[in-house]
């Protein structure tokens, strides 16, 4: 069937220290992946994709890794700011797709 | 911000009644999905819109139904209001068709609902 899962619903992380938020997908045919942000009382918040003929991507202060072969994503922060507190979600489209599938959210909580 | 403007913020409904939900799509996107949030939950594909038409939907009855209008913007209407019914609901826009470019889905910050 279809679904995205998350490994930890909640991840406790020291300011200045790197964050890794990891995502299991089932469906072979997803092709396009998404991490969004989403704080209390907001939508979720794009932070950064990556489609499946990609392993790596990286943008400002977040990177994502992609592993096919066990259908694996993380994202990766790097020294996480109280800023950074929030609900991270990993959601999936396939490839003739217009829906995105998420999975139930890492919430991260930073430590002053 | 995302563009995305979604309104009411909140909005408080009895079983059995009936609500609509808007939502106005980023300048230059033609496509509106919405999603339904419960507490707690990552958001679930309710449907989408692309050239005032339903383009995909996911597991919901009908009494979900919605409308894309010209200009791109769109509700979301349902109707017989249940108690599980109440969530936060999400409406994103995007560019269709998919292509090479990107098709990232802008969220905007979602409508409150809540059925008592």
């Known amino acids: 069937g279809e679904s995205v899962g998350l490994h930890l619903p909640t991840l406790s992380v020291q300011e200045g220290d790197n964050s890794i938020i990891n995502c299991a997908y089932s469906?072979?045919?997803?092709?396009?992946f998404i991490w969004y942000k989403q704080e209390s009382g907001k939508g979720p918040q794009f932070i950064i994709d990556?489609?499946?003929?990609?392993d790596k991507r990286q943008g400002q202060r977040v990177t994502v890794l992609l592993n096919k072969t066990v259908k694996h994503l993380s994202l990766q922060i790097a020294a996480t700011q109280p800023g950074d507190s929030a609900v991270y979600f990993c959601?999936?489209?396939?490839?003739?797709?217009?829906?995105?599938?998420f999975g139930g959210g890492t919430r991260v909580l930073v430590k002053p | 911000e995302t563009g995305v403007t979604q309104s009411p913020t909140h909005l408080i409904k009895t079983r059995g009644q009936q609500v609509t939900l808007r939502c106005s799509s980023q300048?230059?996107?033609?496509?509106v999905s919405w999603y339904q949030q419960a507490l707690g939950q990552g958001p679930q594909f309710i449907f989408q819109?692309?050239?005032?038409?339903?383009?995909g939907r996911g597991n919901f009855p009908p009494r979900f139904s919605g409308l894309q209008f010209p200009n791109y913007s769109s509700e979301l209407n349902v109707n017989a209001l249940e108690l599980d019914d109440s969530a936060l609901y999400l409406c994103?826009?995007?560019?269709?068709?998919?292509?090479?470019?990107?098709?990232?889905?802008?969220f905007g910050a979602g409508t409150r609902l809540s059925v008592l």
């Open positions: 994103a826009s995007s560019l269709l068709p998919r292509g090479a470019s990107k098709n990232i889905q802008y």
């Open positions: 469906n072979s045919a997803s092709d396009y």
């Open positions: 990556i489609r499946s003929n990609m």
């Open positions: 959601a999936e489209m396939r490839a003739a797709g217009n829906k995105l599938t």
């Open positions: 300048s230059g996107h033609n496509t």
């Open positions: 819109y692309y050239r005032e038409e339903e383009n």
